[in-house]
Each structure stands twice: as C-alpha cells, then as structure tokens.
C-alpha cells in the first residue's frame, strides 16, 4: 500500500501521463493527434474540470491551474484536484503515474504530487482479504527540471510519517490500549531514529502525576507516560521545542458517560499523540536539525471499578489540586501532568495537540484547528504561516483572563470544567494554569477524524498536525 515518489529527467512516454497546465499554450510540445488536439480544445473553456484521453493504451490527464487565488490557496485546489483524479486512476488500475509539469512551478508540481499520495492511503487490516481491495498505484513519478531530490525525499518523508499516524489512530482499542501505544512509538522510533523512554505506572506514580492515574482508575490497563527525543548534534536550538499529545486512546466519558452516539469515533482521542510521533518520525528520517521532544501520556477512559468520580479532588503532578466537575473532561487533567513535567526541560516552546473539546468542533467544524496561545515573540504567526502553507488553517481564540473565573472552585485551586459558553476556551484556560513557558494550544478536535470521505483527507483518521509541524519546523533552517 505504500507508495514511492520519484524524479525522472526523461519523459517515458509509455507511461500514463498527467499534464499540469495553465493554458492550451503550455501543450504545443506534447505530442497529441490533431483529433486529441481538437477535442483539448474544445474542452479547453472550462478549465474547472480535468481533460481525459484514452490513447489506447495510453492514458492522458489535463489537470489545469488556476494561478488566480493566493498561492497557498493554489496549491490546496492542486491537491484537491489530484484528490479528485485519484478516482480515475484507482478505476483504470494504473500502477505508475507520470506528472509532467509544464507550468515549470516546484510548488505546484510537489502540491499536486502530495495530494495524489495521500489519496493513495488505505487502512485494510482488518478486512479477511484486503488484497481485493489495495489500490494498484505503486509509484508516482514527476518531470520538473527544478524539483530536487531533498524535496523529492522530504515529501516520501512525510508522506509516510501521514500514513503512519493515520495507522495509529484507525486502530481500535481492542488492539492499541496505552501500552501497545508506547510499544507502536517505540518501533517507529528504532525506524527513523529517534529516542524513546517509556515510564510504567509504577513510575508515573512517583511522579505523583495524579491527573494521569485519576482517569486510568476505571481501567484494567495501565496507563504510560512516552518520551520521544530527537536531539541531533547540529540542532540550530540549544533549548528544545517540546510537543505534548493527548493519548486517551478510548474515552466512554468515564462515569459521565456518553450517550447516543457519542462514543463513536473515540479510538480517535488519541490523535494528538499520534501526531506527536507522527511529526517527531517526520523530522528525524529527514534529520531536520532541530532539538525536540514528545511527552504522550496515555490511557483509556471507563467507568468500571474505582472510576474516578464528580467531585473528587486530585493533587496534580505540580501540586495544584483539581475539583473535578466532569469525568468526559478527562483529557485536559493528563495533559496537565505532561504540561507540568515539560518545565523540566527549560523548552524554547510547548505545543500541545488535543482532541480536546466539543467547542472547538463547533465552532468551526473540521476545516481546520482551534488555538491559543501566550507566546510572546512570533512563533506563533510563524505556525499559522505553516498552517496556510499545508491547509491545517488554525483559528485564535482569546485566552482573556475573564475565563479564569469560569474555573474557580469552592473548594479546590481549580475544577476541570468551566460554564457551558466558551468551552474550548476554557479548557485551554485550564491547561495554562500548568504551563511555565512559551505555550501554544492546538485544538484538533474538529479536523482528527472524519466519518465520510473528504478527497485528499480520506476517511477516518487525517494525521491531522504532522504536516503543519513539519513545515513549521522546517522553516527554523
């Protein structure tokens, strides 16, 4: 199912080709038969859809672009249109694709080129034969004299960190409670190369990282607390950045339990940490210098046993104490404990990513990630650049210190849950109270998971993060 991206310096012309074009100008240099020719042309005054040619038994695509909107928009409609396109060539089972570039642009070439290999993604392992169903294309080649092969090797990078995430986070709990999470990070670490410590329950406990251990009580797997470091000897930061991600890897809501359907998609409550390995995989196989770290702590939410229950209180790992006002608010007391132990590493900057709130999902649906931010310098417009670069579009929202008042408690430091206004405000709000550092919060709850087909984006899990991660740590060389 893996798919391999290559640069070619001749056109085999035996290959189905798609050609990137702006105008019927751009083709004069393609061989076409005056039939083919005249039919382009007629087509040609709509240049929304696609041309298709069946020159048996050679197929050709004409993909035009629109170079009207901003480039980072541009770009999107690329990969949507190969999104689109990847229907025909699943349909006539192609195993290899040439793209041939005549608009001579490496950003459009690679846009396009990224949209097809996500499309290609496909999660079979649990069909009794998935060979009936696995998509024929094993290779996309591109023609463009000014694609390099760092960019080539870059985009097979991610590509595959995309489908490693997706991986983790399609998985159902009957397969990846926290510890076989830990045990999948580990073996995607000895992979691209990076570190990982995993911390037992045992361990965790000393740590007196009690938010952890609270949500973990109504289950019958211990919970874990990963480290993933990536420290290379010429990392342009001597401080590092350090990602934390949420990995609730099943969340019924506790003893506040969902209803309807509610609980469906809730193996995807993980994601955050799968995008924490899915980006730290990223940078290490392309041996981005940059220093940084994951923190994933990790377990499932139930109500079985010694759940933990409304109105208990819990002594967190910084010595705050929490009220706890709702069990299905159980994401932000583990990631409190992770944001509390990344003061330890004196961090340049904390990302986290969370499918954290139901607000968040409503406020702006999945087109993109709710955040916050206290940053002080320009980081953080450096990450909404990003975010344009890659189309994981991030939202601010106000961090006003009015919220605050919002969590107060009668008779703890703080309760885990605010009013029903605002909420994925004051979650964050919440979070910050264990921050130290420069801090941004990335909300991802809209975008994590789809339940139908959205192009490119597939079905199911997005690996929503690693691309805008990628790109924003690629941009501190």
């Given at each position: 199912?893996?798919?391999?991206?290559?640069?070619?310096?001749?056109?085999?012309?035996?290959?189905?080709?798609?050609?990137?074009?702006?105008?019927?100008?751009?083709?004069?240099?393609?061989?076409?038969?005056?039939?083919?020719?005249?039919?382009?042309?007629?087509?040609?005054?709509?240049?929304?859809?696609?041309?298709?040619?069946?020159?048996?038994?050679?197929?050709?695509?004409?993909?035009?672009?629109?170079?009207?909107?901003?480039?980072?928009?541009?770009?999107?409609?690329?990969?949507?249109?190969?999104?689109?396109?990847?229907?025909?060539?699943?349909?006539?089972?192609?195993?290899?694709?040439?793209?041939?570039?005549?608009?001579?642009?490496?950003?459009?070439?690679?846009?396009?080129?990224?949209?097809?290999?996500?499309?290609?993604?496909?999660?079979?392992?649990?069909?009794?034969?998935?060979?009936?169903?696995?998509?024929?294309?094993?290779?996309?080649?591109?023609?463009?004299?000014?694609?390099?092969?760092?960019?080539?090797?870059?985009?097979?990078?991610?590509?595959?960190?995309?489908?490693?995430?997706?991986?983790?986070?399609?998985?159902?709990?009957?397969?990846?409670?926290?510890?076989?999470?830990?045990?999948?990070?580990?073996?995607?670490?000895?992979?691209?190369?990076?570190?990982?410590?995993?911390?037992?329950?045992?361990?965790?406990?000393?740590?007196?990282?009690?938010?952890?251990?609270?949500?973990?009580?109504?289950?019958?797997?211990?919970?874990?607390?990963?480290?993933?470091?990536?420290?290379?000897?010429?990392?342009?930061?001597?401080?590092?950045?350090?990602?934390?991600?949420?990995?609730?890897?099943?969340?019924?809501?506790?003893?506040?339990?969902?209803t309807g359907n509610y609980m469906d998609t809730m193996k995807s409550d993980m994601a955050g940490a799968a995008a924490v390995a899915g980006t730290i995989h990223s940078i290490t196989k392309a041996k981005i210098p940059v220093y940084v770290i994951g923190l994933?702590?990790?377990?499932?939410?139930?109500?079985?046993?010694?759940?933990?229950?409304?109105?208990?209180?819990?002594?967190?790992?910084?010595?705050?104490?929490?009220?706890?006002?709702?069990?299905?608010?159980?994401?932000?007391?583990i990631l409190a404990d992770a944001l509390s132990f990344a003061k330890n590493y004196n961090p340049e900057l904390v990302i986290d990513l969370a499918t954290l709130t139901g607000s968040a999902h409503a406020a702006i649906g999945d087109l993109g990630?709710?955040?916050?931010?206290?940053?002080?310098?320009?980081?953080?417009?450096?990450?909404?650049?990003?975010?344009?670069?890659?189309?994981?579009?991030?939202?601010?929202?106000?961090?006003?210190?009015?919220?605050?008042?919002?969590?107060?408690?009668?008779?703890?430091?703080?309760?885990?849950?605010?009013?029903?206004?605002?909420?994925?405000?004051?979650?964050?709000?919440?979070?910050?109270?264990?921050?130290?550092?420069?801090?941004?919060?990335?909300?991802?709850?809209?975008?994590?998971?789809?339940?139908?087909?959205?192009?490119?984006?597939?079905?199911?899990?997005?690996?929503?993060?690693?691309?805008?991660?990628?790109?924003?740590?690629?941009?501190?060389?």
């Amino acid at each position: 199912m893996n798919i391999k991206i290559t640069k070619i310096k001749e056109i085999q012309v035996d290959l189905p080709v798609i050609y990137l074009a702006e105008k019927e100008e751009d083709l004069k240099n393609v061989f076409f038969s005056p039939a083919e020719f005249e039919y382009i042309k007629n087509q040609a005054s709509d240049k929304k859809t696609n041309i298709k040619i069946n020159s048996y038994p050679k197929w050709s695509y004409i993909q035009w672009v629109n170079t009207e909107k901003e480039q980072h928009i541009v770009k999107e409609k690329l990969r949507r249109a190969a999104g689109k396109l990847y229907s025909d060539i699943k349909t006539n089972k192609h195993s290899k694709i040439l793209v041939v570039d005549l608009c001579n642009n490496t950003e459009y070439t690679l846009a396009f080129t990224e949209g097809l290999a996500l499309s290609h993604y496909q999660f079979l392992k649990y069909y009794s034969k998935p060979e009936e169903k696995e998509n024929h294309l094993e290779e996309i080649l591109i023609y463009n004299t000014l694609v390099d092969d760092k960019q080539i090797s870059e985009l097979n990078i991610l590509v595959e960190s995309v489908y490693s995430t997706k991986d983790l986070v399609n998985e159902p709990v009957s397969f990846l409670n926290a510890e076989q999470l830990s045990l999948e990070i580990e073996k995607l670490g000895k992979k691209a190369g990076f570190e990982v410590e995993v911390f037992n329950k045992k361990k965790i406990e000393s740590l007196k990282m009690n938010g952890l251990l609270a949500v973990n009580k109504g289950s019958v797997d211990p919970p874990t607390f990963t480290i993933l470091t990536w420290k290379p000897e010429n990392a342009v930061n001597k401080k590092p950045f350090v990602l934390v991600g949420k990995g609730v890897v099943y969340d019924t809501g506790g003893l506040n339990i969902k209803t309807g359907n509610y609980m469906d998609t809730m193996k995807s409550d993980m994601a955050g940490a799968a995008a924490v390995a899915g980006t730290i995989h990223s940078i290490t196989k392309a041996k981005i210098p940059v220093y940084v770290i994951g923190l994933i702590p990790a377990t499932d939410n139930r109500p079985n046993g010694n759940a933990y229950a409304s109105d208990d209180i819990i002594t967190m790992h910084n010595g705050t104490t929490v009220e706890v006002k709702n069990t299905d608010a159980e994401g932000r007391l583990i990631l409190a404990d992770a944001l509390s132990f990344a003061k330890n590493y004196n961090p340049e900057l904390v990302i986290d990513l969370a499918t954290l709130t139901g607000s968040a999902h409503a406020a702006i649906g999945d087109l993109g990630i709710v955040a916050m931010s206290n940053v002080k310098d320009n980081q953080f417009e450096q990450l909404k650049v990003s975010g344009n670069n890659v189309y994981e579009r991030i939202v601010e929202f106000p961090l006003w210190e009015e919220y605050d008042e919002m969590l107060k408690s009668d008779i703890a430091d703080i309760k885990n849950l605010g009013a029903r206004e605002a909420g994925a405000i004051t979650a964050a709000k919440f979070l910050e109270h264990f921050t130290y550092y420069q801090w941004i919060h990335l909300d991802i709850a809209g975008s994590a998971f789809l339940t139908k087909q959205d192009n490119y984006r597939g079905i199911g899990a997005t690996a929503v993060g690693v691309r805008l991660l990628f790109d924003f740590f690629n941009s501190k060389l």
